[in-house]
Nanobody
Framework: QVQLVESGGGLVQAGGSLRLSCAGS????????MGWFRQAPGKEREFVAT???????YYADSVKGRFTISRDNARNTVYLQMNSLKPTDTAVYYC??????????????????WGQGTQVTVSS
């Protein structure tokens, strides 16, 4: 099984940027699809972005054009570059992994292992 640890969260002003990292240990996830989800206070966890084992990406409409997901298989790490942040991006961000498939994985149940999350707070 893969253990995931997120880092890079924090407090940033609206319009600013943050880069989240998700480091895996236990085994390589180079052949897995990886994704980012987020959960704002009082709301359900929602899909943010996903990247396949060959690097195909897919984004939620709310972050398209502002966020970029990438992966470094040599480092067993996935990244989420977040630009032009808005107060509505405030949430706990979770990294997750699952078996690869042709279609983008946007549903929580499609992912088998999860990190503990990192808090992102965007002030207005």
């Amino acid at each position: 099984q893969v253990q995931l640890v997120e880092s890079g969260g924090g407090l940033v002003q609206a319009g600013g940027s943050l880069r989240l990292s998700c480091a895996g240990s236990g085994r390589t996830f180079r052949s897995d699809t990886m994704g980012w989800f987020r959960q704002a206070p009082g709301k359900e966890r929602e899909f943010v972005a996903t990247i396949s084992w060959v690097g195909t990406t897919y984004y939620a409409d709310s972050v398209k054009g502002r966020f970029t997901i990438s992966r470094d298989n040599a480092r067993n790490t996935v990244y989420l570059q977040m630009n032009s942040l808005k107060p509505t991006d405030t949430a706990v961000y979770y990294c997750a992994g699952g078996a690869t498939q042709p279609q983008p994985k946007t549903r929580q149940y499609e992912y088998y292992y999860w990190g503990q999350g990192t808090q992102v707070t965007v002030s207005s």
